[in-house]
């Protein structure tokens, strides 16, 4: 069984983004791609990092942890001014290849109206360096979050075309994180000289 970690990476409790992270952390579990035991939720609004803390903290001992177990990320970002958030990014800024190396990533944008783009290529474009992480070429964009992804019967038509795009979304990351297992077996992640990327 493979191991997932969802990062809800909105700054505010209880927030839209975490909500679309306990929907996908379900899929998961619901699709047989991992169990309860092999799939966690970081919620990054109600158990935040502080602005750039030292890595001994106990909450980031906890995070880097389940990274490291991690076989692959599903990474949600709401869309605030049409940036990625600043808790998403306060938490790159301390990942590094032990924890995220040669594993693939899932980006997924959450957005109140009908943007959710932007994010998107912010961290396709600057979040990845020196950890490693490899997005998969599929996204997704939850846009008009609000009336999205709630439990019962679903009857509005983006939501009911959204819900099997995130399905093969899932499927294809599983793919990839069976793949790049056997790439993190080959690959010499210990060499000073490449320590950080280019």
Same mark, same amino acid.
């Not at 940036?83 to 980006?107: G, Q, R």
């Not at 939501?159 to 010499?188: M, N």
């Given at each position: 069984?493979?191991?997932?970690?969802?990062?809800?990476?909105?700054? !505010?409790?209880?927030?839209?983004?975490? !909500?679309?992270?306990?929907? #996908?952390?379900? !899929?998961?579990?619901? =699709?047989?791609? @991992?169990?309860?035991?092999?799939?966690?939720?970081?919620?990054?609004?109600?158990?935040?990092?502080?602005?750039?803390?030292?890595?001994?903290?106990? #909450?980031?001992?906890?995070?880097?942890?389940?990274?490291?177990?991690?076989?692959?990320?599903? +990474?949600?970002?709401?869309?605030?001014?049409? =940036?990625?958030?600043?808790?998403?990014?306060?938490?790159?800024?301390?990942?590094?290849?032990?924890?995220?190396?040669?594993?693939?990533?899932?980006?997924?944008?959450?957005?109140?109206?009908?943007?959710?783009?932007?994010?998107?290529?912010?961290?396709?474009?600057?979040?990845?360096?020196?950890?490693?992480?490899?997005?998969?070429?599929?996204? #997704?964009? +939850?846009?008009?979050?609000?009336? =999205?992804?709630?439990?019962?019967?679903?009857?509005?038509?983006?939501?009911?075309?959204?819900?099997?795009?995130?399905?093969?979304?899932?499927?294809?990351?599983? @793919?990839?994180?069976?793949? #790049?297992?056997? +790439?993190?077996?080959?690959?010499?992640?210990?060499?000073?000289?490449?320590?950080?990327?280019?």
């Amino acid at each position: 069984m493979l191991n997932y970690v969802v990062i809800s990476g909105s700054g !505010r409790p209880e927030s839209e983004s975490a !909500r679309v992270g306990k929907y #996908l952390h379900q !899929r998961l579990i619901d =699709m047989q791609l @991992s169990d309860n035991s092999h799939c966690s939720v970081i919620d990054l609004g109600n158990d935040p990092l502080p602005l750039w803390p030292e890595q001994n903290t106990e #909450l980031w001992h906890d995070y880097a942890a389940r990274l490291q177990a991690a076989d692959a990320l599903i +990474v949600i970002t709401p869309e605030w001014h049409g =940036m990625a958030s600043p808790a998403l990014k306060n938490f790159f800024v301390l990942t590094s290849k032990t924890e995220l190396a040669h594993k693939p990533a899932l980006l997924v944008a959450v957005s109140s109206g009908l943007g959710g783009s932007y994010p998107i290529s912010e961290l396709r474009s600057s979040s990845f360096k020196n950890n490693r992480l490899c997005y998969i070429p599929e996204q #997704l964009i +939850v846009r008009q979050v609000n009336v =999205m992804l709630h439990p019962g019967p679903v009857t509005d038509a983006n939501d009911l075309r959204l819900r099997p795009r995130i399905d093969y979304a899932l499927g294809v990351l599983h @793919s990839y994180a069976t793949a #790049l297992q056997a +790439v993190r077996e080959t690959v010499d992640m210990d060499n000073p000289e490449f320590a950080n990327g280019m």
